[in-house]
């Protein structure tokens, strides 16, 4: 029984918490390795980008709850976010347009792009912050739990309760939905192979007939709507402000590079690994040891490696171990 309550405290407050967080990882550093791999830059306004396109799907979601709309016990925002996935789309084609072709059409070197990424990121963080406040914005609705910890403790008998969040249920799901769906475009269909074409050899794709200006475009339609979805799962499993996302950025960039820049597969397994070592480093394990260890060896304090304040810091120390002795990944992707 005291086992039973350990796993159940560890599910509650480490597995699901970090496969959530994991799924919202790897949605974005998705974005970040697609734009590495076929455009040969870092965009630094991956996070803010996010917030862009949650923003956007608050505004039709609070639109929507105004309306009356909703999808019962699910959060109105998966009915707003199609939406926002369009809107987020057309202002990065706009900006594509406007700004990045400039510097394709004159060959300007990566660090180049790397600077304006970083411009347009404090633009959108303007942009945002303007349009909806620095503060928090709550827009889920709907059914909070899927199981609640007071139902768990009645069917089960344990002493512990698990609570698993609609939100988090959405998050797992849905990236499982979107993960699937990139890997068979990119896998099954003509566009596809001509964007992983265009990712391993750019002279020898031009000669093929690839059109470039195609590729670029479908490169930024999937990366705005990766972009908005782990945006809104993000704010709907926790809450959406606007620097927060400027933040993700650090664990976002990590998960990429840890699972091989520009590797697809690599940045999935790199947003699960930064995604558990920050959980299990930050947790407490007090809870989890008093069900498992006898009386007499129960710690007194909170067997906590770090605080939850600290939780970057693991991504960063991850990323300076992966770029000294792995600079490639895990996956082997193109070397930063």
């Known amino acids: 029984m005291e086992l039973l309550n350990a796993i159940v405290a560890m599910s509650n407050y480490v597995l699901i918490p970090a496969i ?21 830059f870092s965009n630094f306004a991956h996070g803010d980008t996010m917030a862009f396109g949650a923003m956007v799907t608050i505004l039709i979601t609070w639109w929507f709850q105004s309306m009356g709309l909703s999808l019962g016990p699910l959060p109105t925002a998966l009915l707003a976010l199609p939406f926002g996935i369009v809107i987020t789309a057309l202002m990065m084609l706009a900006t594509d347009r406007v700004v990045y072709r400039f510097y394709r059409r004159v060959k300007a070197k990566p660090i180049i792009f790397v600077m304006v990424s970083i411009g347009l990121m404090f633009i959108l963080n303007g942009v945002v912050r303007f349009i909806v406040g620095p503060g928090e914005q709550f827009f889920a609705d709907g059914e909070r ?32 939905i979107v993960v699937a769906a990139l890997f ?42 990766l972009a908005t979805i782990a945006g809104v799962l993000y704010g709907l499993d926790k809450t959406f402000k606007p620097f927060t996302y400027f933040q993700l950025l650090l664990p976002i960039f990590a998960s990429a590079i840890v699972g091989g820049l520009g590797n697809p597969l690599g940045a999935i397994a790199g947003g699960f690994v930064i995604a558990f070592s920050e959980v299990t480093v930050t947790y407490a394990w007090k809870k989890v040891l008093g069900y498992l260890l006898p009386e007499s060896l129960e710690p007194s304090g909170l067997v906590q490696l770090m605080s939850t304040d600290y939780k970057f810091a693991v991504s960063f120390a991850i990323l300076v171990v992966v770029l000294l002795f792995k600079p490639t990944g895990l996956f082997k992707g193109k070397s930063v």
């Open 145 to 176: 739990f899927i199981i609640s910890a007071r139902d768990f403790k009645d069917w089960t008998g344990l002493e512990e309760g698990l609570a698993f969040r609609t939100s988090q249920g959405i998050t797992i799901v849905t990236a499982v």
């Open 184 to 225: 068979w475009f990119l896998n099954r269909t003509r566009t596809g192979k001509s964007m992983r074409a265009f990712s391993d050899n750019e002279d020898l794709a031009l000669l093929s007939g690839i059109n470039p200006e195609r590729v670029v475009m479908y490169t930024w339609l999937i990366v705005a709507a």
């Open 20 to 40: 959530a967080y994991g799924s919202q990882l790897a949605l974005g550093a998705l974005g970040v390795t697609l734009v590495y791999g076929i455009l040969r």
